[in-house]
């Protein structure tokens, strides 16, 4: 009797392991449904969805600044894209087994170029905001910035109060467009298309003063050492990659892309190779999530 009842005390135990074994590996399944492999490894889609169309061509169509060093920029020795929206990029299109395709997007069509088709992703330091997100759906932040505006060593431009009656350059279409006009409603804003036309400008002393994100001047300051940044932060930046509206499977797909740089060292090397080694510093991953970004752009 103790031997039959010890083996069917066995046998449920047996049935009760295997059906959580069952239900722990649904539970994976369904959380990986859009994730990233691990590295090297490319998880593969059904060829009428967004990501398995892009896989059947074997390209990813990603929109970046051509001339915002270290972020995205075109380098002059080898014609090549380069910066950190660029390796984030290649990221993406390594997790989806294809190769990137990089085409230079201007802060002024960023959301049209994917509205249009024009590209598949944007990585071209956007920011993250409720109003884009009207248009545009974003990924997690994957990097913060903070406003700042750049002037000649030796300016009387001490900060945002001193912009007042000033010349200050930016993009259009940027934050600063916004943000310049609010808060230094008496500054002379010149609208340009690209960043590079405002460090000309400043160079050729045509204007007072550049205000856009802190990394954007960083890469001018790496060009032209007689600039300097001055003033308290104006504002904070999460960057987003930009995905079309209403793309979930894309968008899941590159938050887990994201995710994984972060957890296995990718973003810190690549945050060392294109930004802190020229800053001085080391930094973290964001851990701001696209609510905060969204709840602070509001």
């Known amino acids: 009797m103790k031997r039959t009842r010890l083996i069917r005390l066995l046998t449920a135990l047996a049935l009760v392991l295997g059906a959580l074994v069952v239900t ?9 449904e859009d994730g990233a492999q691990p590295a090297g490894e490319a998880r593969q889609f059904p060829a009428d969805s967004t990501l398995g169309k892009i896989q059947r061509r074997g390209e990813i169509t990603i929109g970046v600044k051509y001339d915002v060093p270290p972020f995205g920029f075109k380098n002059p020795q080898t014609g090549e894209v380069e910066g950190f929206d660029v390796d984030m990029g290649r990221y993406i299109a390594e997790g989806l087994g294809v190769e990137p395709k990089f085409i230079e997007a201007i802060s002024d069509n960023r959301i049209p170029f994917l509205e249009k088709g024009t590209v598949d ?19 997690e932040p994957y990097y913060i910035a903070r406003g700042r ?29 916004e943000t310049i006009r609010e808060r230094a409603p ?32 960083t890469g001018m300051i790496i060009q032209d050492d007689s600039l300097t940044m001055v003033g308290k932060p104006l504002t904070i930046e999460p960057y987003g990659v930009g995905i079309k509206q209403g793309e979930k499977q894309v968008q899941r797909f ?28 080391r930094e973290q991953p964001p851990t701001m999530t696209l609510q905060q970004a969204l709840e602070l752009g509001a």
């Open 121 to 139: 992703l944007i990585l071209s330091t956007m920011t993250i905001n409720a109003e884009r997100d009207q248009e545009i759906d974003f990924s």
């Open 254 to 281: 590159v938050n887990s892309v994201l995710k994984q740089a972060e957890e296995d060292g990718r973003w810190e090397s690549t945050y060392h190779k294109w930004v802190g080694r020229h800053l001085g510093k």
């Open 186 to 217: 008496d500054a002379d804003l010149k609208l340009v298309d690209t960043y590079s036309e405002c460090l000309e400008l400043l160079q050729n002393e045509a204007i007072d003063a550049i205000s856009t994100d802190d990394v954007i001047l």
């Open 149 to 177: 505006i750049l002037v000649p060593k030796g300016s009387d431009i001490k900060g945002l109060q001193d912009l007042n009656g000033k010349s200050v350059c930016t993009a259009l279409g940027s934050t600063y467009e």
């Open 24 to 32: 722990g590996c649904g539970d994976d399944d369904e959380e990986a």
